[in-house]
């Protein structure tokens, strides 16, 4: 592996291969990468790639300390200490709270009037919804940063004061759900035909979704109904946590005697981790071992590397079990939830779940994954044949003639594994190993980050670039990137921040364990806001408080957070629009930057002589996956077009918010893509095409190893949660341990032989958190296949490669994205039909003008034409 070596001064004779990158605090830092490529130095690699770059960067656009003595965390004014984030949250409910009563008031003294609008003041019930989402924009926003800081933030104290600052906002969010006099005014307005007339179609949509919201809480109900309601919400919230909670906490010992040879194929330390030594009056018994097994981590391990068979049934066994009290936990859940939409006039939760998804209705969920096992279930049982080959041939006992020889769940891990390296001897592993190594240089963070700006600009014009406007004190973390997004025609058009890597200090630095995307500020109009003349002169009262925090921050005209940097833009014939800021977290190895002394000295404080050693972060397969997946919610995000911030980018339906980020994995898993993308982080060098099969296919990261036997347990799974959340488990006489499982998954969608004694259903944590909307993975996934398909895949006949003038051939050089192409055109439908909407308009619409469904939107044709539809090609 090829690595960023740093010569000593004295070697300037090598400057041809060596570039000054700066003076700083009379320090000279040198690097290897070469001063005549423009790409290698190009300042988006540099500020993932070099630590010490990115923080002289900073320092540099700081200089002017003036200019950003103002700005606080995330890019708003007055968030620079813990207190404020307090201060910030009491200040927005006060702030909110004359939004909601300049509202109520209104409707009441004006309900009975007549509705006509003049050039001075328009009738304020004609703005209940600009109103309202004005109202959601302020609260959104600062309870969202909350919500990053206190899962980002290094400091305890700015996470115990963002947890407090949360829960004040999340409080104030169920005050504002049982206001009846701010539901019976939205209501009103959405009845009364005189004013829903004047609204725009998009009013409409965003006035429909916060009257739901207000009626999903139950605020339409009779008071003995509301108080079943609330007492139900909290108890299926209580059940919901404690089953979350004891879903792994079980683990019952396993004692495992003769441990050498039960557990041949462990690694050896993991054995002596696990192993004891019998002792009698104070002496070990000769020869007398056993290992006791209680860990989640080595029980995976026996799993994937254990050949007996009988150990591994297992520990398989133990891990798929649960308690009888969590099962009662799980039934009791699922029944009250039954009753809940019930309570609510719905025949079931899963009815009452996805009524607004684009499924419509449970029938096409059911259908739609019955349809899709009818397509992964023969691919998985024909990858479990392979595997079953193997174990026949591994077997060491021999077998009754008159035993079949069965694949079971415990066999699948260890299999795998030997199917993986089956055709390569130890040498060979070992050699690919190292070219696996070597092959990481071209997938530096920095590179791939590179490698999206040019896919991104190819497909909406837009691109990458370091911001220009930093301040130190916005960033939560040393390690956090921050990114202009510049469209060619508009400029900037939002903000990305980057917190891609692992804490310095983990145990000292917590950070959350997950990759994630967190908008903190949505798009939306904000121009309408000054016409609201009655509103703004009422908030004045808010906007005119002081600080307490600082002297300086008292010279501020206003103490509510809000955006300096940039906030609002003017789009040419469409209003001024705020700029969404977008967070991206994930936990990617940290680059390598350190500081060396090559020259000893007497003076200990002279550091002329030190230098910098700096070596990026490399992405493997997967971790490319993710960024590639979360920069597709990012950009989601980013190139929302909506006029209020309820339905702007990612804010849409459920079944299709994932599917601009699972398209984002198509593009990566292109040839073409990976050969644009991938280049040496010292060369520029693209990868050779020759070695892109290695990093896709053959390696342990590979994401397509026994891909359908994977697919098919996930379609279990939604399958599951379906069933659970159905009419026919809403009376408490029905078991869901002992009465569905066998009958209705197992014959159907199961793989494997059913295993009695197995409740994994108890460990299945998503029945809480999806509630009858696990299938969406599988929904979004089809639809981005289908749009993958018809528009950029290349070998599908579709719009991409139908004149064959503007085809690019693929070559080794990986610049076919430099050439002219259809990319950008394509790119443009797609934002123009599907993501500039959000969930201002169905998806079907968007679908059915990109060719991807047929059929009428109204009698929902297209809905069955997408179930029904066989896949054009298995994904590779």
Known sequence: MQVNVIYPINSLNLVNKVSLYYTLNNKIFFSTTPNNKNKVCSPLKKIFNDTFYWNHYVKKINKNKSKHKFIGLCGFTNLNLPEELIQNAQLCVKYSNILVNTICNDYISNKNKPIETNTLKVNPQLLIVKRLDRLSDKLCSMIDTFELLRNVHPNPKFINAANEAYEILNNYFGQLNTNFKLYKALKDTIDNELISSKLTEEEKVVAQLLLEDFENSGIHMTPEKRKKFIELQDKIAKLGHKFTLNAYTEFNPIEVENPREI????????????????????????????????????????????????????????????????????????????????????????????????????????????????????????????????????????????????FYPWDYQYYTNIHKNENYNKEEL????????????????????????????????????????????????????????????EGKIGTIYCDFFTRPNPSFERKYENAAHFTIQCARRVDFDQYDLEMNENLRVVEALKSTSTPEQQQQESVMMKQIQQPVKYFEGKGTYQLPIVVIVTNFERPLSEYHNYQQSNNKDDHYNDHTVSKPSFLTWSEMETLFHEMGHAVHSILARTNFQNISGTRCKMDFVEVPSILMEYFLRSDEVISSVAHHYLTDEPLKPKYIDIMKN??????????????????????????????????????????????????????????????????????????????????????????WNKLFNSNSKSDANSNKSEQSSKEEDGKQFNKIDPLRKLGEKLKNELLQWGGARDPWIGLKNLGIVDGDINDETFVKNLINKNEHTISK
Request: one cysteine or more; charged letters at 25%; a positive charge.
């Open 698 to 787: 053959n390696l342990s990261q590979n994401y397509n190893s026994n891909k359908y036997i994977n697919l098919q347990t996930q379609l279990k799974l939604s399958v599951l949660d379906q069933i659970y959340h159905s009419s026919i488990f809403n009376k408490h006489s029905n078991k869901l341990s002992d009465r569905f499982y066998n009958k209705n998954v197992t014959k159907e969608i199961d793989i494997y032989p059913y295993i009695q004694n197995t409740h994994w259903q108890g460990q299945f944590t998503h029945l809480y958190s999806y509630g009858s909307t696990y299938y969406t993975y599988f929904w979004c996934r089809r639809i981005a296949e289908e749009l």
């Open 263 to 406: 557990l041949k194929g462990l690694p050896y330390r993991l054995q002596n981790y696990i192993i004891y030594r019998y002792f009698y009056k104070g002496k070990p018994i000769p020869y007398k071992e056993i290992a006791i097994i209680n860990d989640l981590f080595i029980a995976q391990q026996i799993l994937q590397t254990v050949e007996n068979e009988e150990i591994r049934k297992k520990i398989y066994l133990e891990l798929n079990s649960s308690s009888n009290e969590q099962i009662q936990i799980l039934e009791e859940m699922l029944f009250l939830r039954g009753d809940l939409a019930n309570l609510l006039g719905f025949s079931s939760y899963t009815e009452m779940n996805i009524k607004d998804k684009m499924a419509k209705n449970q029938d096409n969920v059911l259908n739609f994954l019955k349809n899709m096992s009818k397509i992964y279930k023969p691919l998985a049982l024909k990858e479990i044949k392979e595997l079953l080959k193997l174990k026949k041939k591994h077997e060491t006992k021999p077998q009754s003639i008159f035993k079949k020889t069965e």
């Open 430 to 489: 070992s050699n690919r190993k190292r070219l696996y190594g070597s092959l990481l240089s071209y997938f530096s963070v920095g590179t791939i980050i590179d490698g999206l700006s040019n896919l991104y600009s190819h497909l909406y014009g837009i691109s990458f670039q370091p911001s220009t406007s930093i301040s130190k004190s916005e960033l939560w973390h040393n390690d956090v990137r921050k990114l202009d997004v510049i469209h060619e025609t």
